[in-house]
């Protein structure tokens, strides 16, 4: 059965640090992958997602992700960070009607 | 304004009692979902329905029930709540598969 893996359960950067979140996948063939994210309090909302085409993604609030098959991952990365992207962010994979999450990775920003 | 609405926010259950989560979306998605999120373990799949009259278990279905009689309402079904059911429901629903899930806000459920 797929897997999803997010390797850094949590992170804790500066702010105009560079980030990058790890996401690997357990196995290849066609995928859909998503970033998701969840502010303190709030609901998930989706960042980003990738079906087809350009591997590099972009996705809201500057973020993108970069899909590379070869090593079934599907890293998150912003190269500046601010203090409002204080949250958690979840990796997820389609599975049929399904989508398989990661544990998520929460990430700390600091002032 | 259009979503997935969740009620209620916050509920606090005797172990034994029963519940409904209720979930609601207007958006005529046909895809809805029902996931536990319990601290650094991700969201867990309970539920999931492809449409009005069809429902499956997800990874987690023990101990709760669903029903899809329209499109838009999908409510979740705790018969006996027990302690280990403490966590946050989420409701999700989407269009189809090429597309993102729209989520609830979340129900927050302590058995004591």
């Known amino acids: 059965a797929q897997s999803v893996s997010q390797h850094n359960h949590h992170v804790i950067l500066s702010e105009a640090a560079s980030l990058e979140l790890g996401c690997n996948y357990s196995?290849?063939?066609?995928?859909?992958l998503f970033w998701y994210v969840q502010y303190p309090g709030q609901h998930l909302q989706l960042l980003l997602k990738?079906?087809?085409?350009d591997p590099l993604v972009k996705g809201i609030k500057g973020f993108e992700a970069e899909f590379i098959k070869s090593k079934f991952s599907f890293n998150l990365r912003k190269p500046s960070v601010q203090w409002s992207d204080t949250a958690e962010y979840f990796c997820?994979?389609?599975?049929?009607?399904?989508?398989?999450w990661g544990a998520g990775t929460k990430l700390i920003i600091k002032p | 304004n259009a979503g997935v609405t969740q009620t209620p926010k916050f509920r606090i259950l005797k172990i034994g009692q029963s519940m409904t989560l209720q979930c609601t979306q207007d958006?005529?998605?046909?895809?809805m979902y029902w996931y536990r999120q319990d601290p650094g373990m991700g969201l867990k799949l309970i539920y999931y329905?492809?449409?009005?009259?069809?429902?499956d278990k997800g990874e987690v279905p023990n101990g709760y029930n669903v029903s899809r009689s329209t499109t838009e309402d999908f409510p979740l079904r705790l018969e006996l709540a027990a302690p280990s059911q403490t966590s946050v429901y989420f409701c999700?629903?989407?269009?189809?598969?090429?597309?993102?899930?729209?989520f609830g806000s979340g129900t927050r459920l302590t058995v004591v």
């Open positions: 999700a629903s989407t269009l189809g598969q090429d597309y993102g899930y729209t």
């Open positions: 958006m005529n998605h046909n895809y």
């Open positions: 329905s492809v449409g009005a009259g069809i429902t």
């Open positions: 196995y290849g063939g066609t995928v859909n």
């Open positions: 990738y079906f087809s085409g």
């Open positions: 997820a994979v389609r599975s049929n009607y399904q989508l398989i």
